[in-house]
């Protein structure tokens, strides 16, 4: 079975930068970033393909966010640029061990992190 860790979280002001990891414990193939806002349901952020050469991102944080992996060390990580309040929540890590394109679906995701939290403070 897989796991997978997170680190990085943390309290940062409006404008700040934070950079998430998501070290796996062996080899996965796709693999994710979704959140959970407060009050809200869990959404998906970004994901990005085995190979590293094709990602998606949701429209909220396109152009500030950068997802990239380091397969030879089983890791993911998320770039969080201009962070907004906003942006507050709960970061998942999330990774499949079928599939190798990116998709935004949760449900095409089999294995999950415990979570990290990020708060952005205006």
């Known amino acids: 079975q897989v796991q997978l860790v997170e680190s990085g979280g943390g309290l940062v002001k409006a404008g700040d930068s934070l950079r998430l990891s998501c070290a796996a414990s062996r080899r996965t193939y796709a693999m994710g970033w979704f959140r959970q806002r407060p009050g809200k349901e869990r959404e998906f952020v970004a994901a990005?393909?085995?190979?590293?050469?094709?990602?998606k991102y949701a429209d909220s944080v396109k152009g500030r966010f950068t997802i990239s992996r380091d397969n030879a060390k089983n890791t993911e990580y998320l770039q969080m640029d201009s962070l907004k309040p906003e942006d507050t929540a709960v970061y998942y890590c999330?990774?499949?061990?079928?599939?190798?394109?990116?998709?935004?679906?949760?449900?095409?995701?089999?294995?999950w992190g415990q979570g990290t939290q990020v708060n952005v403070s205006s």
């Open positions: 990005i393909s085995w190979g590293g050469g094709s990602t």
């Open positions: 999330a990774a499949s061990t079928l599939i190798s394109s990116p998709v935004d679906d949760s449900t095409r995701y089999d294995v």
